[in-house]
């Protein structure tokens, strides 16, 4: 069993009294050591995002880093992130589920079906679809944490039976639309650039003032924190990432804004940064959060603390399949309708490798939220920057199962190096 990697915010300090505190430059210093000795982090992730942007601005200056571009990613890799934020909580325990991305399709029918065919209200029928997505969660969890069938061979089954489900549910070449206004909103309407800039002032104001709040409570009560300095250039960048991307989302991107205007800022994205904060303070700021992590990392020492091992399995495996029920609503948003094929194809491998490709381990204790949300845009960026070129689709998955390869590569070697220096 390996090592919980958890965040240092979440590790509880063995640390008794004052300590010298590090400079801005000895925090480098530590980083670069950290990621010579192994733990890279995200930081794989965001150079390959970095050099995969630059390429396609150089080779289409025009097109991909236009405001119509940048919105599109955004709703393209909306589904994905999704189902991978769910995910990560599974690869955290070192487990598997190969039905995420059909538990999306089962509850997106669901929802459309409600919508449809028996026109409940846009409220009810969305928590059927995200009910749905619970009890599938349940099942699997059971049959994993108290049956104890290997996570592989449950969701397997599941995938093939969730298939069949979709099937019923719409039938063979079936079809349903969606017309709802509230539904077809979350992935084709945007916000009012007005409440754009609120929303980005605001999340940029929270994180600076729970930043400044924990280095203020880590330094009074004599425990290591990083220097003020390195505390406001997190704050600074996310601001200027933030607030640029606000600025490039509310400019016109309608090819006739005489006929129709398209500004603001997608609802998606100020509903998928709630997802993520959400799930980022479960797995950092709470006690269950901690269990997940120690889970992963040796599960025989956590049970033998006391710890409800199964029960946090079959948790995790709910969120996981909660987040694909939501990730079904998004997809039935963005088509409109909802076909026998929705969560299949590409969608759980994409999803997975979004994961990985951000930097969380298939071999559990380690990952955080922020990779799934890095790792669904690098996917995202493969996805629309060589469609813009032209390439098919067998290039795109030779290219993308090219890089998810590279990330688990980069996870091992990682590993390897971790265990040599002690730092595993």
């Not at 930081?43 to 940048?70: C, D």
């Not at 059971?142 to 039938?171: E, N, Y």
């Not at 729970?210 to 996310?238: D, F, H």
């Not at 194809?345 to 969380?360: D, E, K, P, R, W």
């Amino acid at each position: 069993m390996s090592t919980p990697t958890v965040p240092s915010e979440v590790a509880p300090s063995l640390l008794a009294g004052s300590v010298e505190q590090p400079t801005f430059g000895e925090a480098v210093s530590n980083y670069v050591s950290k990621v010579r000795g192994g733990d890279m982090g995200s930081l794989p992730a965001l150079l390959a995002l970095g050099v995969l942007t630059l390429a396609f601005v150089i080779l289409k200056p025009n097109t991909f880093p236009s405001a119509l571009n940048i919105a599109n990613l955004f709703q393209q890799g909306a589904v994905v992130a999704t189902i991978a934020m769910g995910l990560i909580f599974v690869l955290l325990l070192g487990e598997i589920d190969l039905s995420a991305g059909v538990t999306s399709g089962v509850c997106g029918a669901v929802l459309a079906t409600g919508l449809t065919v028996y026109h409940w209200s846009w409220y009810v029928s969305l928590l059927a679809g995200l009910v749905t997505g619970v009890v599938i969660g349940l099942i699997i969890g059971t049959f994993v944490a108290r049956v104890g069938v290997p996570s592989f061979i449950t969701t397997l089954g599941m995938f093939l039976a969730l298939q069949g489900v979709v099937l019923l549910i719409i039938g063979s070449g079936g079809n349903i639309s969606i017309t709802d206004p509230v539904i077809i909103a979350l992935q084709n309407k945007n916000v009012p650039p007005l409440v754009g800039w609120a929303l980005a002032i605001l999340a940029v104001v929270a994180y600076g003032a729970t930043s400044l709040r924990t280095w203020q409570l880590r330094r009074k009560r004599g425990l290591l924190s990083a220097p003020l300095g390195m505390v406001v250039l997190k704050l600074v960048v996310l601001a200027l990432v933030v607030l640029g991307m606000v600025a490039v989302l509310n400019q016109e991107r309608s090819l006739n804004p005489l006929r129709t205007s398209i500004i603001g800022v997608p609802i998606v994205v100020p509903l998928i940064v709630v997802l993520a904060l959400g799930l980022g303070f479960l797995l950092t700021r709470t006690a269950f959060g901690r269990h997940i992590y120690a889970v992963g990392g040796n599960e025989e020492a956590t049970r033998r603390a006391g710890i409800n091992v199964k029960a946090v399995k079959m948790v995790c495996f709910m969120i996981c399949s909660f987040m694909a029920a939501i990730a079904g609503v998004l997809a039935a948003s963005r088509a409109t309708s909802v076909d026998p094929n929705a969560g299949g194809s590409n969608v759980l491998l994409y999803a997975v490798g979004a994961a990985v490709i951000g930097g969380t381990s298939l071999f559990g204790g380690k990952g955080r939220i922020v990779d799934a949300l890095i790792g669904g845009a690098v996917i995202a960026v493969i996805d629309n920057g060589m469609g813009l070129l032209g390439y098919t689709a067998g290039v795109k998955y030779v290219v993308t199962g090219a890089v998810l390869v590279a990330a688990a590569s980069v996870d091992a070697i990682s590993r390897r190096r971790a265990r040599a220096t002690g730092r595993g």
